[in-house]
């Protein structure tokens, strides 16, 4: 009986004592209570979190705002390169042999089409032209003598035969007579000048287009012929870009779309473009179509070949935004603020 009543009041005791020390009331409870606390707040430490208390968020005037829907433009990026188009580059050749006698432009000059840039000198240029005077002048003999015969024949004092061999003649001459005035031209002569008998023995060689003299390829004195390119000139005013795009983002392009691109090794500028055609066949094995766009506006330092970076603007969409002043730039990278 005495043994129970001793083992009660010795549980007892321990009750009290552990009812007592957590509660804070000994300071050994206090003690195991704190080092229990910051065990848990340990655990559940963030690195990638900033906290903030009440007079810190007051002194750096730290607001804090929703995630909205908003009507953004999406867009695309992708790379391309600055084109020509054949029909606005052009490389210069003379159709006569010669040696260049003069030499009027260098590359980066400006020129005209129809502008002289060279000069050509070949003793043989004026055969065709000597060819030339010598067939009018027969010509002149012939139609007299077609006359004469008409006469004759009308009076019968002379052979039909006769008449229609003097017609044949001159037509046979005024074939002739055509045919030189033809090359005449080509040279770039005009038939009717050569009528006082003064013969050119140089050509000029003029410019086919309006553009910029990229390379020449001959200097004074040089022998050139038929293969021989004199000099080459493009036209920038239709340059347009050539971007590689990949058949998954082929749906979501069409002609009209706006494109604002800037150069590879100049990034600081930014140009327009529009999309005015769109390949119907792959480029290489990279499974990428050719996307053409005519570039818009200012076209200054932009060369055929250049390489370029473009955003292509595709169909807007209410995607969750931000305020730009959320976004936080840190070593070259960004993230938002929540």
């Given at each position: 009986?005495?043994?129970?009543?001793?083992?009660?009041?010795?549980?007892?005791?321990?009750?009290?004592?552990?009812?007592?020390?957590?509660?804070?009331?000994?300071?050994?409870?206090?003690?195991?209570?704190?080092?229990?606390?910051?065990?848990?707040?340990?655990?559940?430490?963030?690195?990638?979190?900033?906290?903030?208390?009440?007079?810190?968020?007051?002194?750096?005037?730290?607001?804090?705002?929703?995630?909205?829907?908003?009507?953004?433009?999406?867009?695309?990026?992708?790379?391309?390169?600055?084109?020509?188009?054949?029909?606005?580059?052009?490389?210069?050749?003379?159709?006569?042999?010669?040696?260049?006698?003069?030499?009027?432009?260098?590359?980066?000059?400006?020129?005209?089409?129809?502008?002289?840039?060279?000069?050509?000198?070949?003793?043989?240029?004026?055969?065709?032209?000597?060819?030339?005077?010598?067939?009018?002048?027969?010509?002149?003999?012939?139609?007299?003598?077609?006359?004469?015969?008409?006469?004759?024949?009308?009076?019968?004092?002379?052979?039909?035969?006769?008449?229609?061999?003097?017609?044949?003649?001159?037509?046979?001459?005024?074939?002739?007579?055509?045919?030189?005035?033809?090359?005449?031209?080509?040279?770039?002569?005009?038939?009717?000048?050569?009528?006082?008998?003064?013969?050119?023995?140089?050509?000029?060689?003029?410019?086919?287009?309006?553009?910029?003299?990229?390379?020449?390829?001959?200097?004074?004195?040089?022998?050139?012929?038929?293969?021989?390119?004199?000099?080459?000139?493009?036209?920038n005013s239709q340059l347009h870009l050539d971007l590689f795009v990949y058949e998954k983002d082929l749906a979501r392009l069409r002609n009209g779309q706006i494109?604002?691109?800037?150069?590879?090794?100049?990034?600081?500028?930014?140009?327009?473009?529009?999309?005015?055609?769109?390949?119907?066949?792959?480029?290489?094995?990279?499974k990428a179509v050719s996307v053409h766009a005519k570039v818009k506006g200012d076209k200054s330092g932009l060369i055929d070949g250049m390489n370029i970076t473009?955003?292509?603007?595709?169909?807007?969409?209410?995607?969750?935004?931000?305020?730009?002043?959320?976004?936080?730039?840190?070593?070259?990278?960004?993230?938002?603020?929540?």
């Amino acid at each position: 009986m005495s043994r129970n009543i001793i083992i009660t009041a010795l549980c007892a005791g321990a009750l009290w004592l552990a009812a007592c020390s957590p509660s804070g009331k000994g300071e050994a409870g206090k003690e195991a209570q704190a080092g229990g606390h910051d065990e848990h707040e340990h655990e559940h430490e963030n690195p990638n979190t900033v906290t903030f208390t009440d007079d810190q968020v007051k002194s750096i005037g730290l607001t804090t705002g929703t995630i909205e829907t908003k009507q953004l433009t999406a867009s695309l990026k992708t790379n391309g390169v600055l084109r020509v188009p054949n029909q606005n580059r052009a490389t210069v050749n003379s159709l006569y042999s010669g040696v260049i006698r003069s030499l009027v432009v260098q590359p980066g000059n400006t020129v005209r089409k129809g502008q002289v840039i060279a000069t050509i000198g070949n003793p043989s240029f004026a055969q065709s032209q000597s060819e030339y005077l010598t067939v009018m002048t027969r010509i002149r003999l012939a139609e007299q003598e077609a006359a004469r015969q008409k006469e004759l024949n009308a009076g019968n004092a002379g052979a039909l035969k006769n008449l229609q061999a003097a017609e044949a003649e001159l037509r046979t001459l005024q074939t002739q007579q055509s045919n030189l005035a033809q090359q005449i031209r080509m040279m770039g002569i005009d038939p009717a000048a050569l009528s006082n008998g003064k013969l050119v023995s140089e050509l000029s060689v003029r410019s086919p287009i309006n553009g910029v003299v990229s390379n020449v390829g001959v200097q004074m004195g040089s022998y050139v012929d038929l293969t021989t390119p004199i000099a080459d000139i493009v036209d920038n005013s239709q340059l347009h870009l050539d971007l590689f795009v990949y058949e998954k983002d082929l749906a979501r392009l069409r002609n009209g779309q706006i494109i604002h691109f800037t150069l590879t090794n100049n990034p600081g500028k930014e140009y327009d473009a529009e999309i005015f055609s769109m390949g119907s066949t792959f480029e290489g094995e990279a499974k990428a179509v050719s996307v053409h766009a005519k570039v818009k506006g200012d076209k200054s330092g932009l060369i055929d070949g250049m390489n370029i970076t473009a955003i292509i603007s595709l169909e807007k969409a209410s995607v969750p935004a931000i305020p730009t002043e959320a976004i936080v730039s840190h070593q070259g990278r960004t993230s938002s603020s929540s």
